[in-house]
């Protein structure tokens, strides 16, 4: 057996893959771009037929990431994922799941902290024109879709792609049927912090180009 021990040879040899698993299915750039990184960060061809894009959805991000706008992320395993070194933007990257002020108003409102922290993210003034990517809560999903559709937020693009049993297809649903603001999502239980990371990175990329 042969052993390719090369990064960039392992790399070029998965590309060349997964272009082979995608052939013929007629995708095309930006949103062909973000599956294929989908689909080698989880070495899962599923994704190609799971993936949804709202039309103008990738370029709308890549627009976003060029102007700096701000990246919100529920957990921060989705946030360690994001590769921002030598991005070319000056965009930050918030999660504030974390902070106590979230946890105390997750308590009060008897909700999750990734539900508040996304609240927090509105009344902080920071989802307009924002990229808000979920890859672990349902909940932080569907209060994000509440807050759009009930409160005027308007992320630039929405990358929804919670993993789970419960809530997680619902909450992706609901987001599929989204007509205020752009959005990639993946529909079904499968998603995840990978998947988030890896469809923001695959913009990040564009966006430099």
């Known amino acids: 057996m042969s052993i390719i021990s090369d990064p960039q040879q392992i790399e070029k040899k998965s590309f060349e893959i997964i272009e082979g698993l ?6 095309a750039s930006p ?13 899962d061809p599923d994704f190609a037929d799971a ?16 102007a700096g706008c701000a990246v919100i992320t529920d957990v921060k395993m989705l946030k360690s994922g994001i590769s921002m070194v030598n991005s070319g933007t000056p965009s930050e990257v918030f999660c504030f ?29 920071l989802l307009n024109g924002a990229i808000v990517a979920i890859g672990n809560a349902p909940t932080a999903l569907f209060e994000l879709i509440r807050l759009v ?17 419960v809530g997680a297809a619902e909450s992706k649903e609901e987001l599929a049927k989204v007509t205020e603001v752009p959005f990639i999502t993946c529909l079904g239980k499968k ?6 990371a890896s469809a923001l990175n695959a913009l990040i990329k564009l966006a430099k180009s």
């Open 51 to 66: 993936m949804r894009f709202s039309p103008g959805a990738a370029e709308a991000g890549i627009a976003a990431l060029r």
């Open 97 to 125: 799941i974390s902070d106590d002020d979230t946890a105390d108003s997750a308590k009060e409102a008897g909700t999750t902290r990734a539900a508040a922290s996304m609240r927090k993210a509105h009344e902080m003034g």
């Open 22 to 27: 995608l052939a013929g299915k007629g995708l």
């Open 191 to 196: 998603g995840g912090s990978p998947v988030g």
């Open 31 to 43: 949103d062909k771009d973000v599956i294929v990184r989908v689909v080698h960060a989880t070495a």
């Open 149 to 165: 559709q009930e409160e005027g937020a308007r992320p630039a693009l929405v990358i929804g792609v919670p993993v789970g049993f």
